[in-house]
């Protein structure tokens, strides 16, 4: 009923910057808050970021100040732009939207990640 696809990420050296996208799709009334994870060889996934449905943004520790995370709520689509990569940015990323179907009953939908590989 509902997908949730990630995009954007690749191969890139420290210092440098890749921008991810994730698309919702499918029988969605709304979509409500965002989130990107991370999960690095060996290690537990981690919340990297979340937008809330009014814009609200969290990010974690490790990467504020370098991530910035945004959305278009028309899109149902949200961003993660990820500046000054270092080499423990190295991870599979994850998008989970929160979102209220058309059937009015809300689901967390993840989708399948997008590979980052950040070289020093």
Known sequence: QVQVVESGGGLVQAGGSLRLSC?????IFSTNAM???????????????????????????SVKGRFTISRDRAKNT????????????????????????????????WGQGTQVTVSS
């Open 23 to 27: 698309a919702a799709s499918g029988s």
């Open 35 to 61: 989130d990107w994870y991370r999960q690095a060889p060996g290690k537990e996934r981690e919340l990297v970021a979340r937008i809330t449905t009014l814009g609200s943004t969290n990010y974690a520790d």
């Open 78 to 109: 949200v961003y993660l732009q990820m500046n000054s990569l270092k080499p423990e940015d190295t991870a599979v990323y994850y998008c989970a939207a929160d979102c209220t179907l058309t059937s009015r009953a809300n689901v967390r939908v």
